[in-house]
């Protein structure tokens, strides 16, 4: 049996479940393409209690996507171990509070672009991998109950910020960012602790508006990635005609 994608309508159902019990429990968390986003590493590095540039030495990686050319952050898989998931253990997931919305979202699949308002369109699939057994479950559920259910709806709100500066991104013909302009979209965007100080202390000049929200937005990540996000749309659009 091969994977099969099936688009699914805004209200659509489907049949899922997945808990220990499930046969192939942890046969998800492996060998795989985990891209993180900037709200992943915030909610796992203080989950872990460790800063956002402790997280992406430890844990991540960052190179460019082919797509649009920027900076795109991924788990970094565990070799020894046979390509697993660094945060899974026997019992199943160890960050579990906090596991990236990638985790949450599976088996579904959202694709999202830009209208001509500016407004997020979402598209929706349910993904079949012939090693998910969740599919044989008879628990149905609507597309909206899963979003609740798995703590969706900062995840999808922070991507659709993302999404802003991707959708500038594609215009520019998707030419790997470099330099300071790839240091400045790394720390804004991957290691918020970095980009704080570095704002508040002056060493990083986004200007005094980006400065007072920064200070504002005191010790709140979700305020500050808030901040550091449309800061980075404000540059990004500055790039369609060089990177
Ligand atoms: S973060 Fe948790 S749920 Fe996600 S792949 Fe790793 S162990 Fe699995
Ligand atoms: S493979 Fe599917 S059912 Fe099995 S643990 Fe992963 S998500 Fe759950």
Known sequence: METIVLPLEAGASF?????????CFNACCG???QVLTPYDIICLKNHLGCSSGQFLERYAMVYSGPATGLPVASLRFDRR????CPFVGPEGCTVYPARPGSCRLYPLARGAALDPGGKPREHWALIKEPHCRGHESSRT?????????????DYLEFNDLLLEIISLRNKSGGRPLAGDRR??????AYDLDRFRAQ???GTRNCGP???????AAGASDTDCLKVALRWLRREMGGLHHGS
């Not at 171990?81 to 697993?84: A, Y």
């Not at 559920?141 to 709806?153: A, P, V």
């Not at 508006?209 to 200070?215: L, S």
């Open 15 to 23: 049949n899922f479940d997945c808990h220990p019990k499930v046969p």
């Open 31 to 33: 060998n795989l393409s």
């Open 81 to 84: 171990r046979g390509g697993l």
């Open 141 to 153: 559920r609507t597309i909206d109950q899963w979003i609740r259910d798995q703590g969706l709806e």
């Open 183 to 188: 240091r400045s979209f790394v720390t804004a």
């Open 199 to 201: 704002v508040l202390d």
């Open 209 to 215: 508006e980006v400065a007072e929200k920064v200070a």
